[in-house]
């Protein structure tokens, strides 16, 4: 079930263990996971909380250890994050939803083919900005880790804002950066258009994006381009939108020259132009006559007549 207020919400119980229905030889190859306990018949993908700032909201996480032998799994909440491409990630440091989140028990023991069903509490700051708070429960074990995302919205007046930054062109790409400058978690549209001399060139109808871009956080992004102009003059122009009225636009400018053309025009008007200097250059030498390279005796012009 979801996160839900309740005034014993403070009181933690112990972690549950259940017997999981899972047959040992399948359970031997298989690794342990983590996961939002299900309230129902459905299992969820994510933990989903709502609640005004100063409420406190429960919820259980589930450890699964199929395998044949006991798992000590270490629990702890933490800040989602956005990498620089866009995925997503996990602060090292939680100071946001990952520091408001207390589990019954941060250290599990949980037997072989055993599910472990542990209580936490998200203690909302009396302070905290309303909009969305995405954090994470982070489970690690056997030299690994592996998380359940929490969608924590904190209730009161929400912005949503975005800027596209720092557009170039380069070769056959598209590179840009998004910012979302707004408290919400926005997936953004993008669309393309650029103008050459000539007219267009380029024009990308609105696509979603594959981000969830978080509040506060700057990702680098870039649109494939292969078959830009062989020569051209350009402007790009890049327009992003997301829900809630989200939207921004920038541009950049580049050229197209087919250098390796232009090189090779060069060195064609390089040889030309030898060429015809050493031909001018012949043209100006005197004739040699048919006896060139004979000793001969040349008569000195005094205006004597003889």
Known sequence: MPFVPSPAARVLCLAAVVLLAVAPTAAADA??????????????????AEGAPGTVLQDTVSVLNPGGKPLTVRLRGADADNTRSGGFSVRTRATDTGAWITFAERTV???????????????????????????????SATGRTAAV?????????????????HVRVDGGRISYELVNRGTTVLTPKLSVRAEGLFGEVLDRAPRTLPVELLPGRRVALTEPWPDPPAIDSVDVEVTVTAAGGAHDEAGASARFVPWGAVAGTA????????????????????????????????AELTGAVT
Do not use: K, M, N
């Open 31 to 48: 690794g342990w996971s983590v996961v939002p306990s299900a309230g129902g018949r459905d299992a969820r993908p994510y933990f989903y």
């Open 267 to 298: 060195a064609g008007l390089a040889v030309c132009a030898a060429g015809g200097h050493w031909f001018v250059r012949r043209r100006r030498r005197p004739r040699e006559t048919p006896d060139a390279g004979q000793p001969r005796t040349e």
């Open 109 to 139: 023991r949980i037997p072989a083919r055993t599910r472990a069903d542990v209580p936490f509490t998200v203690s909302v700051p009396a302070g905290a900005t309303p909009g969305d708070h995405p954090g994470a429960i982070v489970a």
């Open 149 to 165: 995302r929490v969608h924590l919205r904190v209730a009161g007046p929400t912005l949503s804002a975005l800027t596209v930054e």
